[in-house]
């Protein structure tokens, strides 16, 4: 069995903008490319696990989503580093918005915290989940990777307020950190 890293991308591989709908509004932060790179020659999968509800909503199209991932693994690659697969939710639950897509607007299985998409890339890709980790920037990440027994990690880039403290209470991360590349030392430090 293979292990590896999952990560959500928006926060994580890149700043986390509201409704991110076109490629050129994408900014890789700066110590990603290097972080992936480490994983990659330390024989990680890294697995990019994604909510984009702005697809149901209506805001971008799954073209439009591909043309960011393309950019996303091109940016990546100019540093050696490499996505091995990306793995979306399209989903969004909550109707009423203007130019929403029906077919899209469900309660599925595979919007993190609900462990889907994790669990498709572990069957997929024969991934042993003990030896695997998910690094996300909210509680929704830490959950989904619970769920299927990853160590976690909770970026943590901002303040976070009170209740956020308190969901964490709840739903301990394995590790905090600031950035990608701080976990990336911690992971490649257990081996």
Same mark, same amino acid.
């Given at each position: 069995?293979? %292990?590896?890293?999952?990560?959500?991308?928006?926060?994580?591989?890149?700043?986390? %903008?509201?409704?991110?709908?076109?490629?050129?509004?994408?900014?890789?932060?700066?110590?990603?490319?290097?972080?992936?790179?480490?994983?990659?020659?330390?024989?990680?999968?890294?697995?990019? =696990?994604?909510?984009?509800?702005?697809?149901?909503?209506?805001?971008?199209?799954?073209?439009?989503?591909?043309?960011?991932?393309? #950019?996303?693994?091109?940016?990546?690659?100019?540093?050696? =580093?490499?996505?091995? =697969?990306?793995?979306?939710?399209?989903?969004?639950?909550?109707?009423?918005?203007?130019?929403?897509?029906?077919?899209?607007?469900?309660?599925?299985?595979?919007?993190?915290?609900?462990?889907?998409?994790?669990?498709?890339?572990?069957?997929?890709?024969? $991934?042993?989940?003990?030896?695997?980790?998910?690094?996300?920037?909210?509680?929704?990440?830490?959950?989904?990777?619970? !769920?299927?027994?990853?160590?976690?990690?909770?970026? #943590?880039?901002?303040?976070?307020? #009170?209740?956020?403290?308190?969901?964490?209470?709840?739903?301990?991360?394995?590790?905090?950190?600031?950035?990608? !590349?701080? =976990?990336?030392?911690? $992971?490649?430090? #257990?081996?």
């Amino acid at each position: 069995m293979r %292990k590896a890293v999952f990560l959500d991308r928006d926060g994580v591989i890149n700043e986390n %903008k509201e409704n991110l709908a076109d490629p050129e509004h994408l900014h890789i932060y700066p110590e990603v490319p290097s972080a992936v790179a480490m994983l990659n020659k330390a024989g990680f999968l890294v697995i990019v =696990a994604t909510n984009q509800p702005i697809i149901a909503k209506g805001f971008c199209s799954f073209g439009t989503m591909e043309r960011i991932h393309r #950019k996303m693994k091109r940016v990546l690659s100019l540093e050696g =580093a490499k996505i091995d =697969a990306i793995y979306l939710c399209p989903h969004h639950p909550e109707r009423g918005f203007s130019g929403e897509v029906k077919e899209l607007k469900i309660d599925c299985g595979c919007r993190k915290p609900k462990p889907g998409l994790l669990l498709q890339a572990i069957k997929e890709h024969n $991934i042993n989940p003990k030896e695997s980790f998910m690094v996300g920037d909210s509680l929704s990440d830490v959950v989904a990777g619970r !769920k299927v027994g990853c160590k976690t990690f909770l970026l #943590k880039r901002e303040k976070v307020s #009170k209740t956020n403290q308190l969901e964490e209470q709840v739903n301990p991360p394995d590790f905090t950190v600031t950035n990608l !590349k701080e =976990a990336v030392f911690l $992971i490649i430090g #257990k081996l």
